[in-house]
Nanobody, 115 residues
């Protein structure tokens, strides 16, 4: 069973930056999709950014231009660099992995942006 462990969340002021990291227990080289979702209080979980095996990436419109997803397959890790953070970015950020028809979620890491 694949396990995902996130790190890098925390409290940051608006305009600041954070880098989230997710380590997979499975080799990520051939993984279909790996990336990040987030869930704010009272809201549904939403896509933030994903990276596909073919190298393509998708970003939510709300973070486009402010965030960069990258992966290091040698380390089985995926990262989310977030810049110019806004209070509306406050949420629990979950690492996500899709391999075949199997999805795996991490436990989540809290990101809080103060105004």
């Amino acid at each position: 069973q694949v396990q995902l462990v996130e790190s890098g969340g925390g409290l940051v002021q608006a305009g600041g930056s954070l880098r989230l990291a997710c380590r997979s227990s499975k080799n990520t080289f051939n993984v279909n999709t790996i990336g990040w979702y987030r869930q704010a209080p009272g809201k549904q979980r939403e896509l933030v950014a994903i990276s596909r095996r073919d190298g393509s990436k998708t970003y939510a419109e709300s973070v486009k231009g402010r965030s960069t997803i990258s992966r290091d397959n040698a380390k089985n890790e995926v990262y989310l660099q977030m810049n110019n953070l806004k209070p509306e970015d406050t949420a629990v950020y979950y690492c996500y992995l899709l391999n075949g028809v199997t999805t795996t979620w991490g436990q989540g890491t809290q990101v809080t942006v103060s105004s």
